[in-house]
């Protein structure tokens, strides 16, 4: 199994997985997917998870889906991880995640469930927010990037 960036050949068999997984694909675009990462085995997808660049500083985790059967083999932690890292990488200190689903899971990663109302305006903003997601989606954030102890001032992936 590998993990990549979504490619073009890939972006048909990505947008049937989001469907089959009854996640929203009307918003998705060419640049959407520039930070999307696929498992694939074989050639076959297994799995997606990408992050929606927001502000210079926050993103939005999205799309993360994995076949019925190959759920419970890590497959979307492993997609996670790589998404949280490309998102680390592009100087996010945060990220945010909206969900009917998989609150449980996304608290085990380090999330934490704020009020609708706490949200900030870039989050408040995307079509997720606003139209694609019910209102009764948890609101999950998680802090990437904290003050590097030994480099004041310096931030660094947490």
Not at 4 to 21: G, I, K, P, R, T
């Amino acid at each position: 199994m590998t993990i990549s960036f979504v490619q073009n050949h890939d972006e048909a068999s990505v947008y049937q997985l989001l469907q089959d997984s009854a996640l929203p694909t009307q918003d998705l675009t060419a640049e959407h997917f520039r930070h999307f990462f696929v498992m694939k085995e074989e050639g076959e997808i297994l799995g997606v998870a990408g992050v929606e660049r927001l502000s210079a500083q926050r993103g939005l985790m999205r799309s993360i889906a994995v076949k019925p059967e190959y759920r419970g083999k890590q497959i979307a932690t492993q997609l996670y991880h790589a998404a949280e890292e490309h998102a680390c990488s592009m100087g996010m200190r945060e990220v945010y995640a909206l969900t009917t689903t998989i609150e449980p899971w996304l608290t085990r990663l380090g999330f934490e469930r704020i009020e609708r109302d706490n949200a900030p305006d870039d989050i408040r903003q995307t079509s997720e927010f606003s139209a694609l997601c019910p209102a009764s989606a948890a609101i999950l954030r998680k802090t990437l990037r904290v003050l590097s102890e030994e480099k004041p001032h310096l931030y660094v992936c947490a």
